[in-house]
């Protein structure tokens, strides 16, 4: 029976992955096609806002970090590993590497979104006598101080990013 349990929870948790990150690529994809086609969008479905929330959503950033800490409580410990630490790099390499991010009204919206996660990643992790919901408000206040360096020099965020890749699997 506990075997069954386990695979059930599995389950439910890479169901809730699938959804995750399927509807921030399908906001990445939309950012994509309004940049195009439709020039006179509001400014909250401008094509950076739009790609920024998108990537924060894939990363499991605040304010969309709802799924993380309800899929790594359900999944065994090296997925657990991989899902707080590599799986954050390609959309915080997005990121860090993009240009358009660069205006003032994502510059705004990325030190809100950082503190934001610093501070639900910080209160959530109080309470947590299980390691792996600590991980994971670990993972979501860790993004926001990653994003915090984003504003930063490179070599600052690369290092920072490393550091706490480091620290999660080891």
């Known amino acids: 029976m506990p075997y069954e349990h386990q695979q059930w929870k599995e389950s439910q948790a890479a169901f809730i992955y699938l959804y995750a990150q399927a509807t921030g690529s399908l906001l990445f994809l939309s950012s994509i096609i309004s940049k195009d086609h439709s020039p006179g969008v509001s400014i ?23 799924w993380i800490p309800l899929v790594i409580e359900r999944i065994n410990w090296i997925p657990c590993l991989i899902l707080a630490s590599w799986q954050k790099l390609i959309p915080l390499s997005i990121l ?55 504003l930063f020099r490179f070599t600052l965020r690369i290092l920072y990013l490393l550091l706490y890749l480091l620290s999660i699997v080891t």
């Open 96 to 150: 860090t590497k993009s240009l358009f991010f660069n205006y003032h009204q994502t510059t705004t919206l990325i030190i809100l979104i950082s503190l934001i996660g610093a501070v639900v990643g910080r209160l959530g992790g109080l309470n947590q006598t299980n390691l792996r919901p600590l991980i994971a408000f670990s993972s979501i206040q860790h993004i926001g101080w990653i994003l915090i360096a984003r």
């Open 44 to 66: 909250w479905l401008h094509t950076p806002i739009l790609t920024l929330l998108a990537l924060l959503l894939k990363a499991g950033a605040a304010p969309f970090y709802f």
